[in-house]
């Protein structure tokens, strides 16, 4: 139970707060102009600061720098005891407590210069959580738990722009679903642990569909492949890798491999080159040595016995004349004779000596190959280098996706057969669990039948996805029905825990939940909060504007202005919860 909220500064309005119902009424004056309104009488303020002292980050109003170094100091009951908590919006990582700490499984420090009970954030938020909802250390032993915050916002729901009111089950617009799983069957008593549990097979699939994900890209993108091909793969690669690795290890590498290339070219050339060169030469020393055989010298008889046998005589001097003429023939064939030998041996030389130039170089062509053949160049060893650490690459990536493979198919399996595991546990133990469930159809059902003539149905199912949480009421579609549908369930909740834990339990709403209601709805719903709250020892506490008090549907019986526990105006500039305005 909240006794009452208050600060530091003189101009806050202090609130004390009384048992069962209490209204924090917004009026709208006469003398306020059709401009002003009532936003910013602090209505939103209030519940912001009731989180703040309750653990909560600073949010949009608090963070104002004109409400910097205020102390608001909430009272209120927990474990049976009354408690005084104090927290300064300028240094809002220390809380102080006045009041009994002794039984607290996590103790308030001393502070040496004020002597007050100092406790950090996070252990206020674990003190509450015990202390309210009895939330266990062994919890811990669980990855995703219900917590305190997530707790507590279901029993004071922020203002609209948070999505606070845009289903029973969600109390803030971003909210996870299994956050809204496991802090909706906490509250109903429901085995929140297999929400847990399932959550975590949930995130082992996630994983699993990254591996699969990793397992179809990387260097090798384009090739699916399931196990087989791909062990095959890596089989094929790991060969081609070993064989590169020997090549690299037995590569040498001549730094004038290049320039010893391009001479054994030049010496193979060159060879080709005088090997033509004999070649022809020797057909011209053929045709000499032909010549020469045929070179034949001409015989004065010969020619006188041809003219004899034409019939001609020939003078004496004709005779002298031949002799001469056949002289000269003579010489002539023996010049023709000295010329074709003295080119016989000029050619003859030519070809030995080109011979023996080939066989130099040859000989040196020889010695080159031999060097190229047990060396290769350096781009040569790059290129061959370059390759292999391609192929080692291949094959890691090959091996990773193999690998991601096989833990997919193995964890897809075993995750199967957990999941149905799990689903089983948990349907047996939502049976085992019937009277909690029935409890709180019931109360919701209770609840909605006194809003409207057809009660309403709160269903609990635990499906493939976790728990499944649905609220029916005839009508649903307008958003006053809405609207009544979360505070059928908070108040659910408020009659439910009022009965559980030793801490007063507290249910807060801000005026946005009666946006859109009807009339008689509103006045109905207040009846029953002030009617419920008295009954089973709770408090309800909302903000309320004056224009839309329900007056003319209150039953006679029903006093509204007694749970009027404020008042805020927009008469004055400090009419409202600060006193200020901004």
């Given at each position: 139970m909240i006794h009452s909220i208050e600060c530091d500064n003189p101009s806050f309005k202090k609130i004390v707060f009384k048992d069962g119902l209490n209204v924090i009424l917004a009026e709208r004056t006469k003398e306020a102009t059709i401009?002003?309104?009532?936003?910013?009488?602090?209505?939103?303020?209030?519940?912001?600061?009731?989180?703040?002292c309750l653990g909560a980050d600073k949010r949009e109003t608090l963070k104002n720098p004109r409400l910097d170094n205020w102390t608001f100091i909430l009272n209120l009951d927990l474990g049976g005891k009354t408690y005084s908590i104090s927290r300064n919006t300028a240094d809002n990582n220390k809380i102080i407590i006045e009041g009994d700490c002794s039984d607290w499984k996590i103790k308030p420090t001393i502070d040496e210069k004020s002597r007050k009970q100092i406790i950090s954030r996070n252990d206020w938020k674990k003190c509450l959580g015990i202390l309210m909802f009895n939330l266990q250390p062994i919890y811990d032993e669980f990855e995703y738990v219900p917590t305190f915050r997530s707790l507590i916002s279901y029993f004071i729901r922020q203002n609209g722009q948070r999505g606070s009111f845009l289903t029973p089950f969600q109390q803030y617009k971003s909210q996870r679903e299994w956050d809204i799983q496991i802090n909706n069957a906490f509250l109903l008593s429901l085995g929140w642990e297999y929400a847990s549990k399932l959550q975590v097979i949930k995130d082992r699939v996630k994983f699993l569909n990254h591996l699969k994900k990793e397992a179809q890209s990387g260097l090798l993108a384009n090739l699916m492949g399931n196990i087989g091909e791909l062990e095959a793969l890596k089989i094929r690669i790991e060969a081609q890798v070993q064989d590169e690795d020997s090549q690299l290890r037995s590569f040498k590498v001549h730094n004038q491999y290049n320039q010893i290339e391009r001479n054994a070219d030049n010496l193979t050339k060159n060879i080709h080159?005088?090997?033509?060169?004999?070649?022809?030469?020797?057909?011209?020393?053929?045709?000499?040595?032909?010549?020469?055989?045929?070179?034949?010298?001409?015989?004065?008889?010969?020619?006188?016995?041809?003219?004899?046998?034409?019939?001609?005589?020939?003078?004496?001097?004709?005779?002298?004349?031949?002799?001469?003429?056949?002289?000269?023939?003579?010489?002539?064939?023996?010049?023709?004779?000295?010329?074709?030998?003295?080119?016989?041996?000029?050619?003859?030389?030519?070809?030995?000596?080109?011979?023996?130039?080939?066989?130099?170089?040859?000989?040196?062509?020889?010695?080159?190959?031999?060097?190229?053949?047990?060396?290769?160049?350096?781009?040569?060893?790059?290129?061959?280098?370059?390759?292999?650490?391609?192929?080692?690459?291949?094959?890691?990536?090959?091996?990773?996706?193999?690998?991601?493979?096989?833990?997919?198919?193995?964890?897809?399996?075993?995750?199967?057969?957990?999941?149905e595991l799990l689903h089983q546990q948990a349907n047996r133990d939502l049976s085992e669990r019937e009277f909690q469930r029935r409890d709180a159809i019931l109360t919701f059902n209770e609840n909605s039948e006194a809003l409207y003539e057809v009660p309403g149905t709160l269903s609990i199912d635990f499906t493939k996805k976790g728990f499944k949480f649905g609220i029916n009421i005839e009508r649903s579609g307008s958003q006053g029905i809405s609207n009544m549908k979360i505070f059928c369930y908070d108040l659910m909740l408020a009659k439910l825990w009022a009965k559980r834990t030793k801490t007063p339990i507290f249910l807060i709403h801000d005026s946005n939940i009666f946006d859109g209601v009807d009339e008689r709805q509103r006045a109905l719903a207040l009846q029953l909060a002030a009617s419920e709250s008295s009954k089973h020892g709770f408090q309800y506490i909302c903000t309320f504007n004056s224009d839309m008090i329900p007056q003319k549907d209150f039953r006679g019986d029903f006093d509204f202005s007694s749970n009027v526990v404020r008042k805020l105006t927009d008469a004055t500039v400090d009419g409202g919860l600060l006193g200020i305005r901004f």
């Open positions: 401009k002003d309104s009532r936003n910013g009488l602090g209505k939103s303020t209030l519940i912001e600061i009731i989180h703040f080159e005088l090997v033509n060169l004999n070649m022809t030469d020797r057909m011209i020393l053929e045709h000499y040595e032909a010549s020469l055989s045929e070179e034949k010298d001409a015989r004065t008889d010969k020619i006188i016995k041809i003219y004899k046998e034409a019939g001609l005589v020939f003078m004496d001097i004709i005779t002298k004349k031949i002799d001469e003429v056949l002289d000269f023939h003579r010489k002539v064939v023996a010049n023709r004779k000295d010329f074709l030998t003295n080119e016989m041996d000029r050619i003859r030389g030519n070809i030995s000596r080109r011979e023996d130039e080939i066989k130099k170089m040859t000989s040196q062509r020889t010695e080159l190959m031999q060097i190229l053949q047990s060396h290769g160049a350096l781009e040569e060893f790059n290129e061959l280098q370059k390759n292999h650490q391609n192929s080692v690459s291949q094959l890691k990536d090959i091996s990773i996706r193999l690998e991601n493979l096989k833990k997919f198919e193995q964890g897809k399996s075993g995750i199967s057969i957990e999941q």
